[in-house]
């Protein structure tokens, strides 16, 4: 069984990177910790694919990186227009809407 | 080999994503500065465009003889239900779009970047709207959603905006994450990314190996569309998000990405899933309960107008997911109608909020309308209309939605969601009550709220009124003709739909879900 | 037939009011306004008459027939029409309907004399006439449903019209909430019907067959729907607050019309109630006593006149819901008329009084004023008459009905509904005296009282004629003169309770209601105008003993009565109207736990969120049965 290995892998990548987004006041590292879910997925795709022997989870997992470039573009730019603002990328300095 | 396309199928993708590209190219390539309105009228025009677009799809897809479509290898599906909801999301866009130059010209939004942002983030909805793949449905779903958290934190100098931008994007970062990993063990269980190869599989009973597996990707898929969708307890950043970003921006969310996210919902779980529908009905059902009575009680709290309409928003939320609940054809169309009519409510309301402007902290308190009546009739009516109907008062199109949804709830025999639904919406009542209230009732300068002062418990007793009665000395609100027109719009449809709304049930239960076409 | 068809002018007639007074309101001004609502209720109410006597010359059994204007909502298996039932129930409910809004209206163009908003007020009024006649003539749940949230509306704003007054404004929107909550039972009875019989038409429900849990459930949301509508206890709080709003107002909205529309649908339901759980009978009765008898001790309390009004509304509201309960339905309509009659005469001679008084409502600085407004007092006395059950008046006939059916039905109802007929005639009779006779008790210098204009007392006078005779609708003295009963037939099926008992009992029913009546007149005059103190002697001890209203009261009641009325009085304020304003504040409460969630920070936000994943796959998962 070895598709059971990657799955694992996969699993424990994606909890780390959720623990990341709720542990971390960084904003680069909650986008990097984003990113690291996103890799648990392209291991369970590439996986996956190799296991249905079909090609489509290789392509799957190149959309993913594809597009998840696209989004740490935009999350870098907002990131950097907050520090200019704030000097800081502490995402939990900024609570100014609530209730 | 390359699978045949059929280009015509692809005619609204083309006008909004291939313009907005070609716009955006332009802009960079032309070094003399546009005229402030000149992206505005093409984006309405590739809007309008992309509309007639879809008007000719609904006709080929509804004429007998050659009914629903796939395209693309099978990837691309357009069927009454991909087309229905296409034309929601290019409706709040091209609203959305006539009534920004207030915003534009107010608030200093760069005028090129609104519109290439809004049509990529409609060309996203469509593509989500019409996708019948995995692959296609992650690639709308990101497109519309990157596109969105730009557009929050687009108003580049207010705080607000980027505060609005950040907590969007980080929270819809991780959601599409959790959706990806579902659609991740979704392949896996069933061996192809295809929706109507898995809904096969599933029916075959493919899944029962590894029943674990997707049902996980079943409660990942909801955790990432359950975010977009603004339901309870994946909402939390509505409220922020509709109080800080530009209002046009936040219009076009409230109506175009919320049909688009429940486009996916409805695709996913109403069609392809719909063999293993005693799985996830329950899950649904407990959401679209909590969406429905806590975005209800949380409205009733709220002190800022924009928060109010976001939590509105939640709650119409949970009303649609008790249309999916029910999982089947009445429950569907019902949840379209209701997309189809909030998108109205919602765009016209959004163009009010617009008009009142902001306070010196960048919200708008509820006093803003107090005496608006007086002030400014028109727009007071027109802005009543519009949350009556969110109220689901009979004789408006909310009334419909509210009750084509309970009737699919009820006919599926889920008395207990009908029940509290019904409760819910009764408690919502008093959040719209209160806004019409202040119109009509409060004279600028009192202190309480009229419905929802604390003194009093439920406020019945004090309208605490402080000084001289006349002493209204605010001018009238300024409304653009542009604004006005949208209002006007959104009110006209509100109602006359509402006293007629025969044409509309048969629109969205012509919309029908083509699970498995060919 | 033909006739019957012209229904559709009925309901149109106030409609094109509404379009004109919209469009040319403002440019009509007042007089004329007034009039062309006026014209529109009478061009209605005409047209009533016209379809009474098309479906009088029908034959009993064909006295059903369905008006479809248009097939309104046509999708897939759900259907509903824009449709009208005409059958003799409905047209019992629009004739008097029509008519007493017809003298409402003419009084009304007087009353509102001098108004800013004048035009406004009669296009609210014919809008409420309109989604009047909607809510009795639907053929189907829907269309009756438009006309419930209809009238609500416009009794909203008819409450809140002098919107500047700010108790007008508050009553508004508790008249609004709690009706609301009625609403909520109406509209998940709608479902539930819809869910068990797959049509909303009043003929597929009751001609239809489902479980008897299922009609049971149904019954209860709606009777939940009614009580919200016709001020049963405990939702009533809001009748009283809403006499806030113009007197014409009161009379016909909530006296006559909108306040009657849950005893109608209870009726209108009848056959179902007769198949479906007896206990369902004892539930509405019980609910029924509690109201009657607990609004009649407060309007005992009360001291401004219209609130005085009010409760004794609520109570008589309690009357025709314990006929229903008791299947005595035929008795509930016929109340439900000359109440209608003798409400609307005793709410408008009061807006008289209060015209003349230049506004002032409490009857403590009233007195005497039976010389000064002879055609007010001498009507106002009718209405009296009827409400307190005295032969031969109108209130007698109908009161006595539902108590001989109430005989049939439970002995212990009938004794409490009889000691609330009691208090009727005590309160009433107090009203009356401290009103009209005694000494004055106002100074000359506040207040000029003078007789009303008179059309004012043309519609008063032709309301007391009604009143006065509207009996002869239904005598008991034998079937051939029961019209109403014969009448209404087709309509409640053959289910409407004959009372059990030989003409003996009934007479000796009879006699004892006119007992009752008479021990209420005789306390009132006892304690209110025997003993009374020359107004020349001291007018401060007038006035100490006007205002000890409830220590007479007391005297009366004996020992503990002081103790009981202000106890009822703090629990209708505290308990009962503590009880939903709790439930109101119960949203407000969660709003605010769940807002700690919402404390801006995005890391909380993303907690909830992967909170939510868990719980969801944790579902998911036990599911799998992993």
Redesign the interface.
Known sequence: MWLNQFLVLSAVLFSIGVYGVLARRNGVLVLMSIELILNAVNINLVAFGSYVQTVVGEVFALFVITVAAAEVGVGLAILLLLYRNRRSVDIHDVDMMKG | MSPSVDWAALLPQIFLGGGSLVMLTLGTLVRKRAPWWLPNVLGIGLTLAAFGSVVWQWVRVQDPSRGAFSTIAGTVQIDGFAVFLSGVVVIAALLALVFAPFSIRRAGLPPEEFSVLLLLSAAGGVTLASANDLIVLFLGLEVLSIAAYVLAALDLRRAGSQEAGLKYFVLGAFASAFFLYGAALIYGAAGSTKLDSVAAALAAGAGSNARGMLLAGFALLLVGLFFKVAAVPFHAWTPDVYEGAPSPAVAYMAAGVKAAGFAALLRLFAGTFSASSADWRPAVAVVAVITVLAGSALGVISGDVRRLLAYSSIGHAGFILVGLESAGANGTSASLLYLGVYAFMALGSFAVVMVMGRDASGSQPLAAYDGLARRSPWLALGFTLLLLAQAGLPFTTGFWAKFEVIGAAVQSRTYWLAAVSMLGAVVAAFVYLRLVVRMYLVRPGADGDALASQKSGVGLADDSRSGDEDSDSRPPVAVPRSVGFVVAVCAAVTLFFGVWPAPLLNLAGDATLAVLGG | MALAELIWVVPLAPLVGVAALTLFGRRLGEPRSGQLATAAVGISFAASLVVLGGLLSLDGHERSVVVKLF??????D?SADLGFLVDPLSVTMILFITGVSALIHVYSIAYMHGDENYPRFFLYLNLFVFSMLLLVLGDNLLVT??GW??VG?CSYLLI?FW??E?AN??AG??A??TN??G??GF??AM??A??AYGTLSYAGILEGHAANSTATAILLCLMLGAAGKSAQFPLYVWLPDAMAGPTPVSALIHAATMVTSGVYLLVRFSPLLEESSPWLGDVITGVALATAALAATIALAASDIKKVLAYSTISQLGFMFAAVGAGAYTAAIFHMVTHAFFKALLFLAAGSVIHGMGGQQDIRRYGGLARLMPVTTLTFGVGWLAIAGVPPFSGFWSKDEILAGAWGYNKVIWALLLLAALLTALYMSRLMFLTFFGERRWNADEADPHESPRLMTIPLIALAALAATAGVLNLPFSHGVEFLGRWLEPSLGHHSAEPGFGGGTKWVLAAAAIVAAAAGLLAAWAIYLRGRVPPEKIERRVFARAWGYDDAVSNFVGGPGKGLFSALARFDASVVDGAV??V??L??R???L??R?????????????????VA??I???V????
């Open positions: 097939s309104w909502v046509p999708i897939g759900f449903f438009l949230e209809g509306a809140s919107y500047g700010e404004a508050v929107k508790k609004f909430i609301r909550v609403d909520f509209l998940l479902f539930f819809f869910g304003k709790q109101a504040a949203p407000r969660a709003g605010g769940l807002r969630v919402q404390n801006g920070l995005v890391r909380r936000y993303a907690l909830a969120l992967a909170a939510g994943a969801l796959m579902y998911f998962l599911r799998a049965g992993l």
